[in-house]
């Protein structure tokens, strides 16, 4: 039986699942678990995953939740996997497990709490919150200057030096991906003061091609969808009218 | 040269790392980082740790910050460790992992929000808040539901299902022992709906014990301050007079 994994590509740690699948060939089957329908809070979704959070993963009889803990895990049990993407290296995997423990309070927390507050909202039945949306935005531009003089100081393409991508790579950059849903003047003003992250996320992209490109069609639509609706002046800057048809993006 | 731990004991993660030393028999030197010095911005402190977070340890030309990441790394690399802490077996590992990443966005955020903005602000320059304690209080609670619903289901004293206690049990344990500084009402109102919960985190004292007691003594001290503070009416629940000394605790 394939390795089963719940996700919905709107959300960034299940593409990073997804493309780590793709890319080390691993046979699996995506279920969609669809968030802006609450399919993640079902009866049946709560036998895989109790915590109602994707991704989640079916490996036979073993169940498992949370990102991290399933690229780690996927990266041990499947033969196939190149050594780059959890080095067998303790000090190297120290590393990335710290890499991966700070992205939670920092990166992820800003990130999702910018774009929630400044885009999302309306599509789960929530309200924008813009001091909400600055609050996220102040944590998100210090993670990624962060990221910038720490990690990505030397002269590797990739987090802490290296010179192929590891899980951390593909997590914190399936993170920043969801920026694309912001406005245009929005995500340049948060990311170009970043050159060594704009670089970092190309790298990335191109390590991980053609995966990462189809893998992130469904947010590319989004982003589209959303361009045309704040040229079409429907939906503003931070700000989301009530008439438009968010909750069917 | 022995390995260094920086840490300041009134952190969670601090003493999570520090005991787990101890009781592994893992010779270490203890160097304090006053978080309300903010010894952790220091130009020296930079140099440990460029996130300017604690806990963080050298050992040898190694350094790491991130008290899971120092837990996986110690577990590994120091041969006394009992495999219970953290086991080889890939399918334990993984769930263990799973635990450690949940705890960042849900226990620790609901818990340090709650004890932040109810109770330590003021000792560290910070207005207090309601509002954010509230927003604390119900990530936390909703945290405390999952622990005894979904990972203290089953036979075991301690997380998932286990007879003896992992690096899971110690961190996520010491972040519940921050509700110790709230007044007694209100941690009495957080926590004793959970009685398994409650049974688990006196079940890690007794595991860990005299290295728990002892390594909170800290804690306890400022604890019996903040009461008789509350006794003798200068501070209230949920709020600092202005006249209180809480910069001196």
Not at 44 to 58: G, H, K, S, T
């Amino acid at each position: 039986m394939a390795l089963k994994v719940y996700a919905d590509r709107m959300s960034q740690p299940s593409r990073a699942v997804i493309i780590f699948c793709k890319i080390n060939g691993i046979d699996f089957e995506e279920v969609r678990i669809d968030l802006p329908k609450r399919q993640h809070l079902t009866p049946e979704f709560r036998e895989i995953n109790p915590m109602r959070q994707i991704p989640a993963i079916v490996d036979g009889r073993f169940k498992l939740s949370e990102s991290h803990a399933i690229l780690i895990y996927l990266a041990c049990v499947f033969p196939g996997v190149a050594d780059h993407w959890y080095p067998a290296d303790l000090f190297k995997r120290a590393k990335i497990h710290s890499v991966l423990d700070w992205h939670h309070l920092n990166l992820r927390r800003g990130s999702a709490t910018y774009v929630l507050n400044s885009v999302l909202a309306p599509a789960l039945g929530l309200p924008l919150n813009p001091t909400a949306a600055a609050e996220g935005e102040k944590i998100l531009s210090a993670s990624l200057a962060k990221i910038e003089s720490v990690w990505l100081k030397g002269s590797g393409r990739f987090l802490l030096g290296s010179s192929q991508p590891s899980i951390a790579d593909l997590s914190l950059v399936c993170e920043i991906m969801q920026l694309e849903m912001a406005d245009e003047k929005d995500r340049d003003r948060i990311l170009n003061p970043h050159k060594r992250v704009l670089k970092w996320i190309d790298d990335t992209k191109n390590a991980t091609r053609p995966h990462f490109d189809e893998v992130h069609s469904t947010l590319y639509k989004v982003k589209e969808k959303l361009k045309q609706l704040r040229s079409d002046g429907i939906i503003e800057t931070g700000s989301i009218k009530k008439t438009a048809p968010v909750s069917k993006m």
